[in-house]
């Protein structure tokens, strides 16, 4: 049974601020790791993604996740938000068979202008 | 353009009646999915096709019936709707044999049972 957690349900920054929305998962074997952004009333869209090699990966639009053997962690970070950032997060993780994933139940990330 | 469209956008049903969900992928892709999102639960996944063929169901109830008519459709039959049916379902796709595969979401359906 695989299992991730977003601990902050809603967060809220400035423009120009940096952000760092947290995920942690709970797998037994080979994973992958993945983020996706939803904007009001769209469609789930694709940010990241990991599953070996150099532990942080470069996204779309300046976001960039850190994976965490240790920590079993995969959160996700951006230096400098847009207001049109403002969406909501959902961290996913995937066995084996890639396409079916467990996702979390989402941060919603608000941009103050 | 949305490469993923689901039809319709919203949808409000009657206790027992019968709704098919649209989905048509024009990604050229070979896998498509049905995932819910009820209120206040993450997405589940329900459904995998590949070739328009199933290749796995999460979903319990029979009620829920995928169908693919040509290969870049997907539509989803609900039977004897209850309340609890009441979700968001996306429709996504993806292009099978990547490995971590990504996959694209239409917007959903937004099904209202009452």
């Known amino acids: 049974t695989q299992t991730v957690s977003q601990s902050d349900a809603h967060v809220t920054v400035f423009e120009g601020d940096s952000v760092e929305l947290r995920c942690n998962y709970s797998?037994?074997?080979?994973?992958?790791l993945s983020w996706y952004i939803q904007h009001h009333g769209r469609g789930l869209q694709f940010l990241l993604k990991?599953?070996?090699?150099?532990?942080v990966v470069q996204g779309v639009n300046g976001f960039e996740a850190e994976f965490s053997k240790s920590d079993s962690s995969f959160h996700l970070r951006k230096a400098s938000v847009h207001w049109s950032d403002s969406a909501v997060y959902f961290c996913?993780?995937?066995?084996?068979?890639?396409?079916?994933?467990?996702f979390g139940t989402g941060t919603s990330l608000l941009v103050d202008p | 353009d949305p490469k993923i469209i689901q039809k319709p956008k919203y949808l409000v049903a009657v206790t027992g009646s019968e709704k098919i969900l649209i989905c048509e992928q024009y990604?050229?892709?070979?896998?498509m999915y049905w995932y819910r999102q009820s209120a206040k639960k993450p997405l589940e996944f329900m459904f995998s096709?590949?070739?328009?063929?199933?290749?796995d169901n999460q979903t319990a109830s029979s009620r829920f019936q995928p169908q693919s008519s040509k290969k870049n459709h997907l539509d989803l039959q609900i039977t004897a709707l209850k309340p609890d049916d009441s979700a968001t379902y996306f429709c996504?796709?993806?292009?099978?044999?990547?490995?971590?595969?990504?996959?694209?979401f239409g917007s959903g359906t937004r099904l209202t049972v009452l």
């Open positions: 990604l050229g892709h070979n896998a």
């Open positions: 797998y037994g074997g080979s994973i992958y």
């Open positions: 990991y599953y070996s090699g150099n532990p």
């Open positions: 996504a796709s993806s292009q099978e044999g990547q490995g971590a595969e990504t996959l694209y």
């Open positions: 996913a993780v995937s066995g084996n068979m890639g396409y079916k994933l467990t």
């Open positions: 096709y590949s070739y328009q063929k199933l290749m």
